[in-house]
């Protein structure tokens, strides 16, 4: 089989998932603000818990998209070595960031994890609609640990890379 009638493998099909996954609270914050202020303009009543719910709804988008923005090295950064672009400084370079990224990224993730097992033991709930904290960390931590993977994949590719070259 040709690559290009090779089916998507599993990387591709995660991706395409983590897309969806992202989108779909974008589109509940859409529908929830648009239901909110109809029903405050013209019933005077808004939606009980919109609030909380777009939170969750908003944090949820991040961490979807967080793997995904990783894995094609789409996080904001700062081109001061940019000019400096020579093959082998630009491989170190490259391996060296993905390399940082994976380690502030699993200090996210063991921080999130800490989190959702106190807000589970302590059962904490937000004030209005009495959602479980608990179960968004999870959710939290395990897109936070694909992002980590995902940038310990890049520094991987690019050191096996680097080797292939010389």
Do not use: N
Not at 120 to 132: D, E, N, Q
């Amino acid at each position: 089989m040709s690559p290009s009638t090779r089916p998507p493998g599993p990387v591709v099909w995660l991706e395409r998932a983590l897309g969806v996954f992202s989108a779909l609270p974008v589109a509940l914050i859409v529908l929830l603000t648009f239901v909110d202020v109809f029903g405050r303009y013209v019933f005077s009543s808004p939606v009980r818990g919109g609030v909380e719910i777009t939170e969750h709804a908003m944090a949820l988008v991040i961490f979807a998209a967080l793997p995904l923005v990783t894995r094609q090295r789409a996080h904001i950064s700062v081109g001061v070595l940019d000019g400096m672009k020579r093959g082998t400084f630009t491989r170190i370079r490259t391996t060296l960031c993905d390399l940082i990224a994976a380690g502030g990224l699993a200090l996210i993730t063991w921080r999130v994890a800490a989190q959702a097992l106190d807000d589970r033991k302590s059962g904490t709930a937000s004030v209005v609609l009495g959602l479980p904290q608990a179960p968004l960390g999870y959710a939290m931590t395990v897109l936070a640990a694909a992002a980590t993977l995902a940038a310990l994949g890049l520094a991987w590719t690019s050191l096996r890379t680097a080797g292939e070259a010389q």
